[in-house]
Each structure stands twice: as C-alpha cells, then as structure tokens.
C-alpha cells in the first residue's frame, strides 16, 4: 500500500497537511518523509523511522516544565495523562478527540529502600511502570500509537508479543473502537497476560513458534492485509514510550540521575528513553545525560552479543531461552536504535542469570512493591554493573520496572514453593534463595495451629537477627 499523507481509512498515519510538523526520519541513511509505510521502514534503504518535529526545539525549558506541572492540577482526560500532558514533545493529532487514552503514565517513582541495603546504593529508585492500566510499560506507547491508528480510519491492529504488548494493545483498540489481532507464541506466555487479551475483545492466534517467528508473520501480514501494525517498530509507540523518560526527570526535579537501567527484549523501550533523554538534553531540560543501561537474560542476550562480538555493528541474533518470557526474543527489532542510545549516553550492556533474576524479583517482592520476571533483571544487572565498577555505589540509579507483579503468577508461585528450578541445571545452586521464599502453609482449621505456625514463623524471622 502506497504512503499517504491524509488521513484517509486505510491509509498510513501520517501529519495531516495543514497543521502537523512532526516527520518520519529513517535511523540508517537519515532521509526525511511526511509519511510512512505500513511496515514502518524506510523506502530508501529499509531500516526502521523515529518521528522528529522540528516545533519541538522551539520552546522554552523553563516554561515547559512550569506548564507540564500546571497540568497535574487539570481535570480533563488528556491533562490527566501522563503521557499526552507532555504533548509539547509529541506527534499531534489532528484533534483532541482522536485521542484514545486509559489516564496511563503518572506512574511512582519509588525509593527502594531494602535493595539499597543490599546492594550498597543509598540513592537507588524505581520507576514503577507495572502501575500502568493495563499493568506495563506498553500503556505510554500504546496511547499514542492508537490514536494515530483511529485518525487513519483503521479497523484493524495488530502486534506479535510475548504478551504485554498484547494486553495494552487490546485494551486501547477496544477503548478506541477498533478491532485487534493478537499474534502470540504458543505456550512460553503467562496466562495472565493472555486473558487480558480475550477480555479485551482481541482475536487471539497462538502461533506454533516464538516471539521471533510471530513478528516474521506480522510483518508480512501489514503488507498484504489493511491492518495497522503496533509493534514498537511503530515510530508513534515509542514517542509515547518516551514520555516515561520526561516523567522521571520531572519527579527529580529535573536532576538527572547517574544511571537508568532498562530490561531489554525487542529493543524498543531503551530506544525510546534513550531519544527522551537526548531530546531534553537539546531541549535545555536537563545539564548532563544520564547513562542508559540494557539488561538481558543469559538466554535471549542477542544486544550483550551484538556489543560484544561487533561493536554494535552487525545484529547476532540467537534462539531464545528464558524464565523471563517478556523479554524472551532473539532478534530484537530496534537493536539499531538500542546501540546508537547507549553509545550516546555511554550506558552498559550486561547479562543476567535465571538464579540472578529470580532473586532480584524476590527480593523487589520483599519491598512491598513487586514486579515481573523482566522487570527484576534491572536490579540483577545493578549487581553486576556494580562489581564491574560501571556504577559506583554513591552514585544515583533508576531502574525501571516494566511490569506488574501480577503479570506472571505462575513464576511467582513456582518461586515461593520451590519448583522454579526443579530438574534444571540450576537446581541445586537455587537452593539459595530458600531464605527469599515464601511458601503457603497448609493447616488444619484450628486456632491451635495457626498460633503454633505463627510462632514458629515469629522464632525464624530473618528481620529479627
Ligand atoms: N519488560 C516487560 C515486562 C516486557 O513486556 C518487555 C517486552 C520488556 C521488558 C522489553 O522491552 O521489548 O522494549 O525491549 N515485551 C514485548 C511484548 C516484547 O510483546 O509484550 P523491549
């Protein structure tokens, strides 16, 4: 299908003539367009497109910030976003009313207090963006993306995900009126995430493959079919992605931290914090960049080896193994734009254990806060980035959390009874993490036994000592 300006059903989103100044600009050989194709690469050489608006560098800091803090006050849906209250730094809709919002972003930046014992970092935060509506990080992405999608008059989305993204996805073409078609593995997808998907209306296919081979189909399904593709390839979810970014240099009062430190799966959200952070260098928000950092899980750690085995140059993709089935992708999409942020901001990549990850989460868990397999891989690599001496302990570090603890029970549950790592090559090396597990007891229904286990529990509590 041809790239088209206007907003036309079944055309590519692109600005509407009169009024929007935003431009698709493709990573590799930098040609500028007003439009896009279905599959989000560049009709010149292929690679993929972020969005620039040259409206953007035309304001002024201190008048922004001001403005985005006035807006915490306001009442109506798009102030009451957290994504579409920074609207000053995003693609513009045609109109207000296009805008297909959940009140996404606003999400907590916590003080992790109990891992900042651990790991001898005073200065250590979460942004916690599982506290989205859908549960992930996808709900600042997926806002904006789904609104261009209904300004284009599409009935159909579409995404391949391990799951996340199809959660949000459903929830924003339901709220927007579209129809969705979820591309998905086979198994290796918590069913938490899954059931969000039927609820939401989503038509759901389980594809005998992985995340890798779903993205394959989907790819070649936007050019065939009058679908509109919301995988983060799609330039308008990591403008919103981005905002995550904005957000917490705003909750610092606009003092960069020393390091934020991201999961990496598909490669889009570091992409999108990563062109934040550059973008309100430029803009004059903030004096100094902060170091981005990309974790991975030792068995889908096709960025670690990228790095490592060709300086960034050439993507080594791989089959992907891991417990931590968000991130589990073995030829992440945006990789390109993932080394070009990191070498920018001078961040690390690192990889991470099953034993490692599963202890971050535990102990993320333990501080009353909590997140899902992915998220906890922030906290691992912290660790790691730590012995290396990348990060020292006095300096200041985000992680972000990108999904809800309740995300993926199964995991949860497995951990806390023991089974996690039943009859793998780990287990004995789990038995470890004995102390972090919190099985259910079961009991007779009487007050004798539960007093006597609450004082045995009492007798054996860690925090006692
Ligand atoms: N954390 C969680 C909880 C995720 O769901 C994902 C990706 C990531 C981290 C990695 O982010 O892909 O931008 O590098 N989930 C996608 C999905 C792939 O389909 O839900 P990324």
Known sequence: MPPSTTSEKGSAPGPAPSQATFRFRCIGCGSVSSSAAQDFRCSQCGNLLEIT??????????????????????????????????????????????????????????????????TGVPRLYAKHQGLNPTG??????MTVAATFARQAGYRWVACASTGNTSASMAAYAARGGMRSLVLVPDGKISWSKLSQALDYGALTCQLRTDFDGCLRLLQELVRKAPVYQLNSINPFRLEGQKTLAYELL????????????????????????????????????IPRLPKLSVI???GANALVRTLRETEGKHLVSM?????????????????????????????ACEEVSEIEIAQAKAEIGAEGIGCEPASAVTLAGLKKLLKQGFVKPDETVVLVLTGNLLKDPDYTMEFHRGDLFKGTAQ???SAKLNPLRHPPVVLDATLDAVIKTLEQADKSDPTLE
């Open 53 to 118: 608006d040259s409206s953007w560098n035309s304001r002024n800091p201190t008048a922004l910030k001001t403005l985005w803090r006035e807006r915490r006050t306001l009442n109506e849906s798009i102030d009451l976003s957290g994504v579409w209250r920074f609207r000053e730094v995003l693609p513009s809709p045609q109109s207000e009313q296009q805008i297909v919002t959940l009140r996404e972003g606003n999400t907590p930046l916590y003080e992790l207090l109990q891992s900042s014992r651990i």
């Open 427 to 429: 287990e004995d090396q």
């Open 136 to 141: 992930s990080f996808k709900d600042a992405g």
């Open 250 to 285: 705003e909750q610092l009062d606009w003092e960069p931290p020393d390091h934020i430190i991201v999961p990496g799966g598909n490669l889009g959200n570091s992409s999108a914090i990563g062109k934040a952070l550059l973008e309100m260098l430029g803009l004059g928000l």
């Open 319 to 347: 089959q992907p193994e891991t417990r931590a089935t968000a991130i589990r992708i073995g030829n992440p999409a945006s990789w390109e734009k993932a080394v070009k942020v990191l070498q920018a901001t001078g961040g």
């Open 296 to 298: 991975q899980a030792e």
